[in-house]
């Protein structure tokens, strides 16, 4: 580049290095710069159909407009607050979930007698999809929150209760026997050899029982309630508003893979002790 | 410095039940250890000395005849009987200070007298500096040091040792020798070292047992007495390797040639 190109101002960074570093910023959370190459072709493409109007703009509204009618939801409407609604139905189902499945999984994993006692129970319901279970629990619970947190609280608790029964299960044998040459008591062995060996297992469930309560929480919203980003969604498409479609699906996709990549983010700090963890 | 005890192994005999099959492991077997000796069990793959060990670290119980130590009866596991897996089996989440750490857990010690019991023991096996690796950041011969290093952390009576060196190359095994040797000096503890190499166990041990499978049994025993520190290349060295090599069937008496080709081979079992 040219040196006349470059105006240095003569406080601070210039615009040119400061984008450098807002790009660095960025690569060093999204990794590696390759993987901005697809959103963008598609970015384009969009851009494209819309200009040549290959489609109704009522059925795909440019980019421009759709980012218009982001910044009209988040100021004049309450996205926020659908967002938030989202968030916290998520978040407690993820706890509630997780923590009963993490807890049962490892009763079941020491006690056999304990895992025969649930075993019929569990694979029956497990087979039953929570949004199949969703009418009924309305009915019950009415359309408000706690319906949500149960359902999705249930598609939360069965991958991990069953990975960390059989992270439990497959505890390797030598690795009992050195606790047993150290004497270990049943308590230490638990802490110290067992549940350590099923941590993967454990962390890899977790990281995926939270993108699917994320994916869960919007199609619940859309069957029953009256907000959150799934309610926004269908009552957009009734309304035929589809930036505003658009919209929540480009926020739920954003919100799904920060979720992911905080998820990576835990997995691989507990997990540093496995050789090459890559995820 | 850990008391010694002497290990009496008297008429031990142990089968395994396979698909109705009775397979006798070990027939007869009789041998004491005295107060800090250094013993070596030399042997053909899968004549039990894997399966010894096993009996006298308690990790097994159903067998016939007596295993004393110190005049009592063993019963299961005790931290007076360490032992070291011919795997490291260091547990891979713990650090190499926690690994350490675990053999203290029940020894009742304090939190200060646990630390210094590990560093004392890492600086013993020259690992200072490891103190937070984990162990997939350690090499062979570093975790086989750290494995006998938590062996020997809470001071056993004996130390039972299967294969501990024998998946590392020539240079570091050698290395890892000396250290053992230096260790048992420094530590005074009874030992029990099986192993398939021969000029390891001559240059280690006060006695070799020779032991032949099929079931396994007791064929010969032999005193070391060579001064030390041992020179691998003596012809006293060399004319007890050639005895017990004989004892082990791989070694035949021919010409010149094929004799010192002997030897090599028998040396890389
Ligand atoms: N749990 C078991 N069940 C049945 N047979 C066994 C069991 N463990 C060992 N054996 C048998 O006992 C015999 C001795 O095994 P052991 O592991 O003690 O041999 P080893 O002398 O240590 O051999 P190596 O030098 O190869 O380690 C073998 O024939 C093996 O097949
Ligand atoms: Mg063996």
Redesign the interface.
């Known amino acids: 580049m040219g040196d006349v190109s470059i105006v240095h101002t003569p406080v601070g960074k210039t615009y040119d290095t400061r984008l450098r570093d807002h790009l660095l910023a960025l690569k060093m959370r999204l990794g590696s710069p390759i993987g901005l190459i697809l959103p963008l072709v598609i970015l384009l493409l969009w851009q494209t159909a819309a200009t040549f109007q290959w489609v109704e703009p009522v059925f795909l509204p440019a980019p421009r407009k759709v980012a218009v009618a982001f910044w009209v939801m988040l100021t004049k409407q309450d996205l926020i607050f659908d967002f938030l609604a989202s968030i916290s139905i998520v978040g407690q189902s993820f706890i509630y979930g997780s923590t009963i499945g993490i807890g049962l999984g490892i009763a079941a994993g020491l006690s056999r007698k304990f895992e025969q006692f649930l075993g019929v129970t569990v694979d029956t319901i497990r087979h039953i999809p929570g949004i199949a279970w969703l009418p009924l629990i309305v009915l019950w619970l009415g359309i408000g929150a706690p319906a949500k947190i149960l359902v999705i609280g249930k598609s939360v608790f069965f991958p991990l209760f069953l990975n960390t029964l059989q992270g439990i299960r497959s505890v390797e044998k030598r690795h009992i026997e050195l606790g047993k040459v150290l004497l270990l008591s049943r308590r230490q062995m638990v802490l110290k050899v067992i549940l350590p060996s099923a941590m993967p297992s454990i962390m890899v469930s977790l990281r995926y029982a939270a993108g699917l309560a994320w994916a869960l929480v919007v199609v619940a919203e859309g069957l029953s309630g009256l907000e959150g980003l799934g309610f926004l969604i269908f009552r957009a498409q009734g309304l035929l508003l589809t930036d505003q479609l658009l919209v929540c699906m480009v926020v739920i996709g954003v919100v799904g893979f920060i979720i992911d990549r905080q998820m990576y983010a835990l997995q691989a700090r507990i997990l540093r002790w496995q050789q090459g963890f890559k995820g | 410095m850990s008391v010694a005890g002497k290990l009496e192994i008297k008429s031990v005999s142990k089968h395994y039940d396979v698909d109705q099959n009775r397979l006798q492991v070990l027939s007869g077997l009789s041998f004491d250890v005295h107060s800090g000796h250094f013993l070596s069990i030399v042997g053909a793959s899968g004549c039990g000395k894997s399966t010894l060990l096993r009996l006298i670290?308690?990790?097994d119980d159903d067998y016939e005849g007596d295993i004393l130590l110190s005049g009592e009866h063993i019963y299961g596991?005790?931290?007076k009987?360490?032992?070291v897996?011919q795997?490291h089996?260091l547990?891979?989440?713990?650090t190499l200070e926690q690994n350490i750490g675990?053999?203290l857990?029940?020894t009742g010690w304090s939190a200060r007298a646990k630390k210094e019991a590990i560093r004392a023991q890492i600086e013993l096996v020259g690992l200072s500096g490891f103190e937070k690796a984990?162990?997939?950041q350690l090499s062979g011969g570093m975790a086989q040091r750290a494995a006998i290093a938590r062996a020997l952390a809470n001071k056993p009576e004996i130390l039972l040792l299967d294969e501990p060196l024998g998946a590392l190359d020539a240079i570091t095994r050698i290395r890892l020798q000396e250290e053992m040797l230096r260790i048992w000096r420094v530590e005074g503890t009874t030992m029990i070292l099986v192993t398939h190499d021969v000029d390891e166990a001559i240059f280690l041990s006060n006695e070799i047992v020779v032991m032949s499978s099929n079931p396994g049994r007791i064929t010969k025993r032999f005193l070391v007495n060579l001064a030390t520190p041992r020179d691998r290349a003596s012809a006293e060295f060399i004319e007890l390797k050639r005895q017990v090599l004989v004892e082990l069937h791989l070694y035949r008496q021919q010409s010149k040639d094929a004799q010192e080709n002997g030897i090599d081979m028998a040396s890389l079992i």
């Open positions: 670290s308690g990790l596991p005790s931290l009987r360490g032992i897996f795997d089996r547990l891979p989440w713990l675990l053999s857990e029940n984990y162990t997939h």
